[in-house]
């Protein structure tokens, strides 16, 4: 059973701050691709950011040069620091895996279950 647990979500003043967390556990083999996805209300999924096993990054538009994601291989932890948050970053963060549970499976990709997020103007 993998499980993917965030944390670090709240309220915060717009032009402030916040870090996120997403920690991964379970019987894994390898993780490959993390990243950070959010759903405002009557939208659609989006991608935040996310990042490679090796340290590749990707960023939505919209929090380029304002958020930065990162990962701790050996804590099977992802981060994404948010800075200068405006309020339509209010939103559900959602933390997603691509995770190998043996050397001879296929990747599948995992979901925490989201944190709330809420900048206020």
């Known amino acids: 059973q993998v499980q993917l647990v965030e944390s670090g979500g709240g309220l915060v003043q717009a032009g402030g701050s916040l870090r996120l967390s997403c920690v991964v556990s379970?019987?894994?083999?390898?993780?490959?691709?993390m990243g950070w996805y959010r759903q405002a209300p009557g939208k659609q999924r989006e991608l935040v950011a996310r990042?490679?096993?090796?340290?590749?990054?990707n960023y939505g538009d919209s929090v380029k040069g304002r958020f930065t994601i990162s990962r701790d291989n050996a804590k099977n932890t992802v981060y994404l620091q948010m800075n200068t948050l405006k309020s339509e970053a209010t939103a559900v963060y959602y933390c997603?895996?691509?995770?190998?549970?043996?050397?001879?499976?296929?990747?599948?990709?995992?979901w925490g279950q989201g944190t709330q997020v809420t900048v206020s103007s």
């Open positions: 379970g019987s894994i083999f390898s993780i490959n691709v």
């Open positions: 997603s895996a691509t995770v190998t549970l043996r050397p001879d499976s296929y990747e599948s990709r995992y």
């Open positions: 990042i490679s096993s090796g340290g590749s990054t």
